[in-house]
Nanobody, 121 residues
């Protein structure tokens, strides 16, 4: 069992930055690929970024490449999402998940509770 807790969300103006964090409880954290997903009102949860268990490979949805960066620190059981040049359309609840490659909603075994990100124009 892996428990995940996201933090770092909030209200930011367009063009600003936020750094989301996800803390994992389990010692087996380092064996999982980790992903960030988001879900806007009325929309399905979508994949944003993923990182292999070792951190050696990262994956991004094409539309967000260059603005978002995923990283992890296995020694601290943490995964991060740096979000730059935020846009109002980035407004959503952001979730981290632990799962397997290829990362997708159906390949996530454990989810966090989510953190709200709101970008004002």
């Amino acid at each position: 069992q892996v428990q995940l807790v996201e933090s770092g969300g909030g209200l930011v103006q367009a063009g600003g930055s936020l750094r989301l964090s996800c803390a994992a409880s389990a010692r087996t954290f380092s064996t999982y690929a980790m992903g960030w997903f988001r879900q806007a009102p009325g929309k399905e949860r979508e994949f944003i970024a993923g990182i292999a268990w070792s951190g050696s490979r990262t994956y991004y949805t094409d539309s967000l490449k260059g603005r978002f960066t995923i990283s992890r620190d296995n020694a601290k059981n943490m995964v991060f999402l740096q979000m730059n040049r935020l846009k109002p359309e980035d407004t959503a609840v952001y979730y981290c998940g632990a799962g397997i490659i290829p990362l997708s909603v159906r390949n996530i075994n454990y989810w966090g509770q989510g953190t709200q990100v709101t970008v004002s124009s």
